[in-house]
């Protein structure tokens, strides 16, 4: 008779999710499975509503990455309006983005995966948490503090508010940046750079000392996909898409949105409410791939700022190929948190960025757009139909935790297997496989929502009904 | 004096309240010196405790797993607070409602599907017919309006909370703030 362990809610993760994992008889993992719970129906319910409004509207789709919403939406709009947005909006933007990785990074790292980085797997599940990391380790607690309130000031300096901000519309962006919030941006950048150094710094100690967690954490060859420049340079706001093999050798280059959903579809499996994306020419599930920052790192050749490059040359040598294990999204997440603080330097050295042209104004001149950003977690597409009114008649979003999918579930399979043998496992073995997930940082009220979250406990129950194992967690 | 008990709960929302919540920055570690964060997205614990003495709820109540949770949070929160528009009206998860979850759904999984088309049925909670505000589930305390409350409307309201001082909210904040 086979048993099945259930983690309810998996903790310290942007949403609710369980994870079920299914053992024969004789103990060993059959199957595991990540399973999203919640389900919203935006694709639906902005029909009918008028295209303007779909930025601030799908930006509820998720409070954590707002900006990648309100970005990939605004320019779906434009491709409705067929404009082309003024260079200095397209830079403040840009910023914007910027802005929220590196604040979103550092809620992925600090708040959620350092407790089990810097505390330990097996830490007390009372601590294990990020007021644990500032009693035990204050410098790095106020760090991530700091970082992430870096980004969330930025965007509240350009937006006026630091969840759902009101100022990007289709079109541009509804106000210019003054001097005055150009030079508190530039104040906060060298405490910024001191925090991430330190984390760096702290991250690279420790890392050696997760072998077994890097050999079996989804560390399995993949197809990538990702945002890049013409210079090959890494990119998250503008660019074109590319999709490489587990080799590195690309498959599809120059994906613009209009062509994404050619490229790209989308699959279902019964057993979670976030769906399953795939590369169409390739099928499901072969044509599955990661994104977000290990994907990200895995094809660009440069990032296109000194110490950021720096980092990337480093980051390149974890692996002979490409770097395959998802424990290196967390070290990935530090040479990008890197990479925004020096672009938003860069981008504000440019006088222009004070320019007053933000914002082109159209009507509807085709009926149908789409946009895509990448998302800190990875890349994000809305694609958008209109009525000559310009009211929406039909939507659809892939989200970067859906293209993710595949591999969590690989992942947390490939985890379980590890771990758990002859039906045993303790609280430190299932927050290990817990962790697989927190390492794609998935942002679940994106990719859909909503469990009751049960006690966890855990009965082990042999063929003849007897309990043979149990964990209670509370 | 042991530390008073607060949980943070999150149910058919954007996570934007608790991002707002986090927006405290160094206001939160200073918090946790007076308050223990005993139950939370943000913390390891599986199982909602017996007695806390502040929740705040994020998010409307659409799926039966939510509903039988609020009521669970209720009887074990001396205060309760509806945190955020979703939570006091069913704000954006509530534009659902005419629509109804069969047509929610056949539009995501069947016809925006390339592959597999199929509603998904296991382990996964079923959706409310309609989505509703907390406080139509059970009694709510306190009603702390905004998409999101803002940051400074969090620490004022949770020290006004912790202290048993006055709390005047529509001076703190409103809705689609
Ligand atoms: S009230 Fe606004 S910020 Fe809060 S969960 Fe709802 S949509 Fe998100």
Redesign the interface.
Known sequence: MSQTITI??V??????G?I?IQLSAQGEVEAA?F???????F???SEGRPFYEMPS?MA?????C?VSHLIASAKACEAIMSVRIPHTAAQLRRMLNLAQMVQSHA?SFF??AS?DLLLGMEAD??V????GV?AAKPEL??AG?GL??FG?TIIELLGDK???PGWVVPGGVTEPLSPAKRDKILAMIPEAYANVALALGAYKQIAGAFKEEIEVFASFPTNYLSLINEDESIEFTDGTLRLVDSTGSIIEDGITAARFSEAM?????????T?FA?Y?PL??PAGSYRVGPLARLNIVKAMGTPRAEAELAEFKQLAPGLVESSFHYHHARLVEMLYGIEKIEEILADPRILGKHVRATAGVNRLEGAGQAEAPRGTLHHHYKVDDNGKITWA?LVIATGQNNNAMNLGVLQAARHYVKNGKFTEGIL?RVEAVVRTFDPCL?CS?????????EISLVSADGEVVDRVV?? | MSKLKLATVWLDGCSGCHMSFLDMDERLLELAEIVDVVYSPLVDTKKFPDEVDITLVEGAVASVDDEKKIRKIRDHSKTLVAMGDCAITGNVPSMRNPIGPEAILDRAYIQNASAQAQIPCVVVPKLLRVVRPIHEFVKVDVFLPGCPPSADTFHTALTALINGGPLDIPALTRFGA
């Not at chain 1, 399973?35 to 919203?40: A, E, L, M, P």
């Not at chain 1, 859909?448 to 966890?456: E, K």
Request: glycine share 10%.
């Open positions: 309810d809610p903790t310290r993760l942007e949403g609710h369980k079920t499975h399973h999203v719970t919640q389900v919203r129906g694709e639906r319910f509207l509820r789709i998720c409070g954590i707002p809620l708040y959620l407790p599940p009372n294990r948490n990020i007021l500032a607690g106020r503090v992430r309130r969330q630091r969840v759902h579809g989308e699959a279902v499996e019964p057993y979670s409410y769906k795939y169409k099928g499901y659809n927050n009220s859909s929502h909503a469990a009751g979250q049960m006690p966890l967690r509370d």
